[in-house]
């Protein structure tokens, strides 16, 4: 896969950040604890997702699910929403990372498996592996096409 280690450059104002602490980091990042989500209005329901670790700052493109993935309702194994504190399902914030190739936005897949959940209150956070996983995929299509229905239609 692979990570920007930055954003590109544009005519945007300052990004909206809002920081929390991954102390696991992210599967492949481990030493990537500390975590910054970035709003930018022009890239909305895009966000980009900051890691800083031990050398330069990766990045990541991040969506919250709800209203974009419809049905999407993760389940959480109770060691896991323990672990960064959660005491209620509101205090949730789930991110799932989004795959894109350069130049075919339209292929792109988000990640359904393996969420980034944080904690708003504590501003903790642990990517994780849902307790109802076998219900989604890791490359669920962002965009549905049509494509296989005019291919079943020839």
Known sequence: MKV?????ASDLPAPVTHAFDLPQGL???AA????????LPD?????????????????F?????????PGYAPELFDEDAAGIGLADSSEAMVLNIV???????LEATVNLVGPIVVNRRTRQARQLVIANYSKYGAHH???????P??????
Do not use: C, N, S
């Open 43 to 59: 890239h909305l329901p895009f966000l980009w997702l900051r890691l800083h670790g031990p050398k330069d700052a990766v990045h």
């Open 32 to 39: 990537y604890t500390r975590a910054e989500l970035l709003y």
């Open 99 to 105: 795959t894109m190739a350069q130049q075919r936005p």
């Open 4 to 8: 920007l280690t930055e954003i590109p």
């Open 61 to 69: 493109i991040v969506i919250e699910p709800g209203g974009l993935i």
């Open 27 to 29: 599967i492949g990042f």
């Open 149 to 154: 229905a005019l291919q079943a239609a020839g």
């Open 141 to 147: 299509p962002l965009v549905e096409t049509a494509e």
